[in-house]
T-cell receptor
Framework: SQQGEEDPQALSIQEGENATMNCSYK?????LQWYRQNSGRGLVHLIL?????REKHSGRLRVTLDTSKKSSSLLITASRAADTASYFC????????????FGKGTRLHILP | EAGVVQSPRYKIIEKKQPVAFWCNPI?????LYWYRQNLGQGPELLIR????????DSQLPKDRFSAERLKGVDSTLKIQPAELGDSAVYLC??????????????FGPGTRLLVL
């Protein structure tokens, strides 16, 4: 079963607006990562946030982590057409196996 | 620096035929992953190697899937015989594992398999 679950499953916004995606997970983690996947391509790492961090920025990206609620959010500000992609959260589960598990993703479509 | 290389990019085979995928990770990355991604889903881990040792193959269907990473560098994933349900994108990724657990993974472009 998948550990992370993104919400919403799909999101369409106008270019220039902000896009927010959420990820909820079930068990304790070492870190949480967000990846982007353009159609027909491999995944590209966006940002990693550790369990002792609450917020992280990278360019137009802002990631928050709330370990008490077992949730994370990814905010993309001033969206561009090139941001159209699927976005996945991946959790590094804190157990003997240190398994990393991907969610099903949020499909983001930026409208011109 | 070259990224993760996978070949072939596309493969179409008939069911019951064998198929193999090849991956060359980023130089120096000790951890290599094979994932399967079905349409509209996230990647699901099939097997993870640390150097030449398979440390997590719990999700690998061992009756028909096999993998190897003999010298701890490149890796091959094989399916024999293929079934219709194996149609998916097979992704390879590599990482340099840090002390805090799984670090950033770098993905190849994937091999898109269609079983007819």
């Amino acid at each position: 079963s998948q550990q992370g679950e993104e919400d919403p499953q799909a999101l369409s916004i106008q270019e220039g607006e902000n896009a927010t995606m959420n990820c909820s997970y079930k068990t304790s983690i070492n870190n949480l990562q967000w990846y982007r996947q353009n159609s027909g391509r491999g995944l590209v790492h966006l940002i990693l946030i550790r369990s002792n961090e609450r917020e992280k920025h990278s360019g137009r990206l802002r990631v928050t982590l709330d370990t008490s609620k077992k949730s994370s959010s990814l905010l993309i500000t001033a969206s561009r057409a090139a941001d159209t992609a699927s976005y996945f959260c991946a959790t590094d589960v804190r157990n003997r196996d240190d398994k990393i598990i991907f969610g099903k993703g949020t499909r983001l479509h930026i409208l011109p | 620096e070259a990224g993760v290389v996978q070949s072939p990019r596309y493969k179409i085979i008939e069911k019951k035929q064998p198929v193999a995928f090849w991956c060359n990770p980023i130089s120096g990355h000790n951890t290599l992953y094979w994932y399967r991604q079905n349409l509209g889903q996230g990647p699901e881990l099939l097997i993870r190697y640390e150097n030449e040792e398979a440390v997590d193959d719990s999700q690998l269907p061992k009756d028909r899937f096999s993998a190897e990473r003999l010298k701890g560098v490149d890796s091959t994933l094989k399916i024999q015989p293929a079934e219709l349900g194996d149609s998916a994108v097979y992704l390879c990724a590599s990482s340099l594992e840090g002390l805090a657990g799984q670090e950033t993974q770098y993905f190849g472009p994937g091999t898109r398999l269609l079983v007819l």
